[in-house]
Nanobody
Framework: VQLQASGGGLVQPGGSLRLSCAAS????????VGWFRQAPGKEREGVAC????????YYADSVKGRFTISRDNAEGTVYLQMNSLKPEDTAVYYC??????????????WGQGTVVTVSS
């Protein structure tokens, strides 16, 4: 299983980015998918997660109201819309999933990460 995260970049504080997560040889629509991030010198943390069937979503307190996770099953893609970005959102963002991941803990399969830098 290969996951591909994309959409990162340099953005000013208050700006927006949309990250995308796609998979090869794996149907993302059947499983929970999480977005995680790791800032320099810090441990990886969960940011958001979306359930497979009812599309229920979960967010870390630090991003609630600013980030939105969604999925397009027709395209086999999971998105993370990030608004009102802050410098502390700067990190490498990863998407992750596996058949036994239920938006708790960490999944087995990871994308390669996409870098988000929030700076003026």
């Amino acid at each position: 299983v290969q996951l591909q995260a994309s959409g990162g970049g340099l953005v000013q504080p208050g700006g927006s980015l949309r990250l995308s997560c796609a998979a090869s040889e794996f149907t993302l629509g059947f499983y929970e998918v999480g977005w995680f991030r790791q800032a320099p010198g810090k441990e990886r943390e969960g940011v958001a997660c979306i359930k497979s069937r009812e599309n229920r979503t979960y967010y870390a307190d630090s991003v609630k109201g600013r980030f939105t996770i969604s999925r397009d099953n027709a395209e086999g893609t999971v998105y993370l819309q990030m608004n009102s970005l802050k410098p502390e959102d700067t990190a490498v963002y990863y998407c992750g999933t596996d058949t036994s991941y239920y938006c708790s803990g960490e999944p087995m399969y990871w994308g390669q990460g996409t870098v988000v830098t929030v700076s003026s």
